[in-house]
Each structure stands twice: as structure tokens, then as C-alpha cells.
């Protein structure tokens, strides 16, 4: 069983940053990925980012040359590090893990955190 546990996130002005950093424990395999999904009220959910243990990535092309994401394979962690924030990334985001899988791919992911509150304003 993994756990995700994620720290980060708050209120930001339009043009800020943040870094959502998420921590996970359990059988490596079974977070060879690890990502970032969001969601916001009213809309589908969104795969943002991903990362596998090898350092392949994967960014949506929403926040392409906005947002990068890193692992920390010794500490099994992850962290998402947004910049150039706009109000439409206004969302919860989730941490999420799972086995080996295309990079690209936002299905296969076991096992999701609790979510943390990401907040532009305007």
C-alpha cells in the first residue's frame, strides 16, 4: 500500500509561484510514477505533470514552461515547482503514484493523495 502525503499549495497572487512537494511511502514499484492531477470546481479532472524514477517527464501543454516537476528518488519525493501562476490554475491538486507506465499516460495511477488548495487571484 502507498501513501502520498502533500504539503505546499495556499493563496498566490496572478504571476506568483508555489511548490507542491508530495511524499510517498510503500513498495517503490508501485510509485515508479509519480504525478500531479488537478481539479477545479465544475470541471473535468486534469493530468498536469508526471515524473517516473528514471526522471522521464511528462508536462501538459497548459502549463508547458510554467510549471517543471522533480522527483528525489532517495527520499521519495516529489515536488511540482509552479511559476507564472494564472487564475485558471486554480484547483485542488492531487499527488498521484503508480507502476511503470508511458510517461504520458494519466491512467494506471493506484493510489492518489488527499489534495492540497491551489489559489490565484486576479
Known amino acids: 500500500q502507498v501513501q502520498l502525503v502533500e504539503s505546499g499549495g495556499g493563496l498566490v497572487q496572478a504571476g506568483g509561484s508555489l511548490r507542491l512537494s508530495c511524499a510517498a511511502t510503500g513498495r517503490a514499484i508501485d510509485f515508479d510514477r509519480m504525478g500531479w492531477f488537478r481539479q477545479a470546481p465544475g470541471k473535468a479532472r486534469e493530468f498536469v505533470a508526471a515524473?517516473?524514477?528514471?526522471?522521464?517527464?511528462y508536462i501538459a501543454d497548459s502549463v508547458k514552461g510554467r510549471f517543471t516537476i522533480s522527483r528525489d528518488n532517495a527520499k521519495n519525493t516529489v515536488n511540482l515547482q509552479m511559476n507564472s501562476l494564472k487564475p485558471e490554475d486554480t484547483a485542488v491538486y492531487y499527488c498521484?503514484?503508480?507502476?511503470?507506465?508511458?510517461?504520458?499516460?494519466?491512467?494506471?495511477?493506484?493510489?492518489r493523495g488527499q489534495g492540497t488548495q491551489v489559489t490565484v487571484s486576479s
Open positions: 515524473i517516473n524514477r528514471i526522471r522521464s517527464t
Open positions: 498521484a503514484a503508480g507502476p511503470a507506465r508511458l510517461i504520458s499516460s494519466s491512467v494506471g495511477y493506484d493510489y
